[in-house]
T-cell receptor, first 112, second 115 residues
Framework: DAGVTQSPTHLIKTRGQQVTLRCSPK?????VSWYQQALGQGPQFIFQ???????QRGNFPDRFSGHQFPNYSSELNVNALLLGDSALYLC???????????FGPGTRLTVT | AQSVTQLGSHVSVSEGALVLLRCNYS??????LFWYVQYPNQGLQLLLK??????LVKGINGFEAEFKKSETSFHLTKPSAHMSDAAEYFC?????????????FGTGTQLKVEL
């Protein structure tokens, strides 16, 4: 049973550029959440997708956007990258009727 | 808004000693609480969860946690630490407002296990 997968593993971008991160949920899961984890901190909730719609959103600017596809996979897009966007981006999946979220290994984004 | 506070950003124990990692929560509704572990350069792994059933919750790798409403606490314990337990541990509370299950995490506790 495949767990949550994310791609790419690492990414280096320049300020002002745009980036897309991808996530495939655990088999059978229909809800995908994205978190940002800055160095030395706990993960911060960005948003959650269910039935291809954004259901909840954290305190992140509109530069952060996402999408969920019919197969439940998801993308996180960040526009106009800032140095402060450098972080580990974690994807988590769950079933709507349960609360355990299962996390992927993350994508390490470095903005220079 | 829901929140969790983890007391002690770094905890050091000897191998074989008791592990106690502290977490206090704040919630206006009955909370769902979780402990996750993160090894270096990896994602988060669920250790255990409390979802309003038994107050003493057993998880993987010998860890357990007790929900104490009167103290608004959900501390993580393990009777005997092993070198492989060295990692960062996060307590989290679930916000099920609007049908979602957003997690709010604490700042983490780095556990060091010494010989």
């Amino acid at each position: 049973d495949a767990g949550v997968t994310q791609s790419p593993t690492h990414l280096i971008k320049t300020r002002g550029q745009q980036v897309t991160l991808r996530c495939s949920p655990k088999s059978g899961h229909d809800t995908v959440s994205w978190y940002q984890q800055a160095l030395g901190q706990g993960p911060q909730f960005i948003f959650q997708y269910y039935e291809e719609e954004e259901r909840q959103r954290g305190n992140f600017p509109d530069r952060f956007s996402g999408h969920q596809f019919p197969n439940y996979s998801s993308e996180l897009n960040v526009n106009a990258l800032l140095l402060g966007d450098s972080a580990l981006y974690l994807c988590a999946s769950s079933l709507t009727s349960y609360n355990e979220q299962y996390f992927g290994p993350g994508t390490r984004l470095t903005v220079t | 808004a829901q929140s969790v506070t983890q007391l002690g950003s770094h905890v050091s124990v000897s191998e074989g000693a008791l592990v106690l990692l502290r977490c206090n929560y704040s919630s206006s509704v009955p909370p769902y609480l979780f402990w996750y572990v993160q090894y270096p350069n990896q994602g988060l792994q669920l250790l255990l969860k409390y979802t309003s059933a038994a107050t003493l919750v057993k998880g993987i790798n010998g860890f357990e946690a007790e929900f104490k409403k009167s103290e608004t606490s959900f501390h993580l314990t393990k009777p005997s630490a092993h070198m492989s337990d060295a990692a960062e541990y996060f307590c989290a509370v679930s916000d099920r407002m609007g049908g979602g299950n957003k997690l709010t995490f604490g700042t983490g506790t780095q556990l060091k296990v010494e010989l």
